[in-house]
């Protein structure tokens, strides 16, 4: 059974850095596409960035509000797919998730997060001064 845990959220000062960590179990990541999403309180969640194998390639997009501030990368050993944020704002604030499927043509630049087949319960990121 596929189980997604995120962490590494927290408080940030405006222009700090944070690095997310998802942790897949069930699965081993050469199967899997995964996403990172923010929810910020009372909105939809943003698709920011995911990865996953394409066809004899690894596939990578971002969102343009990542673009050149965050880093998707994966840890194939431990099955960990990590999201370091830099620079960053106060509008960044909100619930990360990350999610999972098999599907790589869900890996795009504005992923969707309801499209993807499972969820983590999400940390919380907080940019404030």
């Known amino acids: 059974q596929l189980q997604l845990v995120e962490s590494g959220g927290g408080l940030v000062q405006p222009g700090g850095s944070l690095r997310l960590s998802c942790v897949a179990s069930?699965?081993?990541?050469?199967?899997?596409?995964i996403g990172w999403f923010r929810q910020a309180p009372g909105k939809e969640p943003e698709g920011l960035s995911c990865?996953?194998?394409?066809?004899?390639?690894?596939?990578?997009h971002y969102a343009d509000s990542a673009e050149g501030r965050f880093t998707i990368s994966r840890d194939m050993h431990t099955n960990t797919v990590y999201l370091q944020m830099t620079s960053l704002k106060p509008e960044d604030t909100g619930v990360y998730y990350c999610a999972a499927d098999w599907k790589i043509d869900l890996c795009t630049k504005t992923p969707h997060m309801r499209r993807y087949s499972k969820w983590g319960q999400g940390t919380q990121v907080t940019v404030s001064s």
């Open positions: 069930g699965f081993a990541l050469h199967h899997l596409v």
């Open positions: 990865i996953g194998d394409g066809d004899g390639s690894i596939v990578i």
